[in-house]
């Protein structure tokens, strides 16, 4: 499988307010992020860089 590069950023402030959010709703975060990673590890590749360079020809009409 072709590894996906992100980044993500947050403030300290975000950070230092995690702990006060409650443990059930981190847990549904967790449960939540665990869904979407295996759905996105599951989907079928629809990007190739190599064909990104490409744009795609559209139908104009001449005035």
Do not use: F, G, K
Not at 20 to 35: F, G, K, Q, S, T
Not at 41 to 54: D, F, G, K
């Amino acid at each position: 499988m072709a590894r996906i590069d992100y980044e993500h950023e947050t403030t300290e402030e975000r950070v230092r307010a995690y702990p006060r959010i409650p443990e059930i709703d981190r847990l549904r975060w967790l449960e939540e992020l665990c869904a979407l990673t295996s759905m996105v590890r599951q989907a079928p590749a629809t990007y190739s860089p190599s064909r990104a360079s490409v744009a795609p020809e559209t139908n104009r009409r001449e005035s």
